[in-house]
């Protein structure tokens, strides 16, 4: 008997608070609020080089402005939840909205680097505990049989935001300037937070996770498999994709609004990888985490091959988009099923590893950019997703396959 959960396991080991009609509005708004923190938290990918030159620093040091983001959500997860206890989570919800919008007017008025990093940190403090209660918020609202289902409704909040953040950041930036593109996110996570004030339910916590309940989560093999997969993938893809900007204006050269357009095409695509990752998730999250970190290593090693054509950068670029679109909800799925009854523990814990391997991999890119240049960086992003496709498909399959012989 392998400890990954199947969807009849997801119902009985859910909530006895699980409701038995699914509140589609509340999980909406949840959506919407991810929307407003990823579409935050990825401005600086599109505006790198306008804050950078404004402010007096180099790509590699705006480019740790993400890293300030990831480290501090890193340990805000399992901070919330151990400290939240019994309060109710629509309210923590709330506050971690307002947080969003106080980052963004400070960074909106930052007048060095070492302001703009404090105002993301302020931004990682949000985004670590809106991730850390995602699927105990998703077992709450609905019935557990449309778990997988809320939780990729969620999660298309990040594809939504990868569509409109980047292109609409780098036009905005180059229309209004990048400090007016930074208060435009702030009236974003206003909006998010008066649809959360209609929609949300009232949700008061059924017991408080201690740190035992860390410590059982991470005895699940499932669970530690997971968060390796995520710590190899994510570093990798966000080595690459935090300076993407940067190599498509020195690779193949392209102009500001072919740029525009190419971040464009990755936020189509990975709205349309969300769908279909979900779908492939929903019957083999290792299939659907394992198979998009195979794309994204092909998009890269087209990068890294036939990078200096303007078209392949394009089609390499939207293939990213869509690589990268399934996989957050293949590995939330994984996550829900290997430990749907210790739900906030294992959220916090998926969400302090997302926020790892992006401070690595923003960090890791930020040396070989200034170092070994933006082709560097592209090759270390296709290593390390096709080494986390490795662990997945290897020995998250085994685990899979065990379960379904038992």
């Known amino acids: 008997m392998t400890d990954i959960a199947l969807p009849r396991d997801l119902a009985e080991a859910a909530d006895p608070a699980s409701p038995s009609r699914p509140a589609w509005p509340a999980v909406f708004s949840l959506s919407f609020g991810v929307f407003g923190l990823v579409t935050a938290e990825f401005l600086p990918v599109s505006l790198l080089t306008p804050v950078a030159s404004e402010l007096g620093v180099s790509n590699g040091a705006v480019g740790q402005a993400i890293t300030a983001t990831a480290v501090v959500a890193a340990f805000a997860g399992p901070l919330l939840v151990l400290s939240s206890g019994r309060i109710d989570r629509r309210l923590v919800v709330y506050v971690l909205m307002a947080f969003l919008i106080g980052s963004s007017v400070l ?108 410590g059982k989560a991470l005895s699940r093999r499932a669970v530690l498999i997971g968060l390796a997969t995520i710590v190899i993938v994510v570093s990798g893809h966000f080595a690459g994709f935090t300076f993407i900007r940067p190599y498509l204006e020195e690779v193949p050269r392209l102009s500001v609004s072919t740029i525009s357009l190419a971040l464009l ?107 070994a240049g933006p082709k560097g960086v592209i090759v270390y992003a296709c290593l390390a997703v096709v080494a986390g496709a490795g662990v997945m498909l290897v020995l998250g399959r085994a685990v899979e396959r065990s379960r379904a012989a038992a």
């Open 265 to 371: 095409a990755f936020g189509i695509g990975g709205f349309f990888g969300n769908v279909v990752g979900g779908a492939i998730a929903a019957r083999s999250p290792a299939w659907g985490v394992g198979s998009a970190a195979l794309l994204i290593g092909a998009a890269a090693l087209a990068l890294v091959l036939y990078g200096p054509s303007p078209a392949v950068a394009f089609a390499a670029t939207a293939l990213w988009g869509f690589a990268f679109g399934g996989f957050p909800v293949s590995v939330s799925i994984w996550n829900a099923r290997a430990a749907p009854d210790l739900a906030e523990s294992s959220g916090a814990l998926l969400s302090s590893a997302f926020q790892v391997a992006i401070a690595s991999g923003a960090v890791i890119g930020g040396l070989l950019i200034d170092g």
């Open 107 to 214: 960074s909106a008025f930052a007048t060095d680097i070492t302001m703009l990093l404090l105002a993301r940190g302020v931004l990682g403090f949000a985004l670590g505990g809106y991730w850390a209660m995602m699927t105990a918020l998703a077992l709450r609202l609905v019935p557990p049989a449309d778990v997988p289902r809320a939780m990729s409704i969620i999660i298309m909040g990040v594809s939504v935001a990868t569509v409109f953040a980047a292109p609409l950041g780098a036009a905005l930036g180059e229309w209004w300037g990048w400090r007016a593109t930074f208060l435009a996110a702030s009236g974003l996570g206003t909006a998010a937070l008066a649809v959360q004030l209609v929609a949300l339910p009232s949700l008061p916590s059924a017991r408080a996770p201690g740190l035992r309940a860390f």
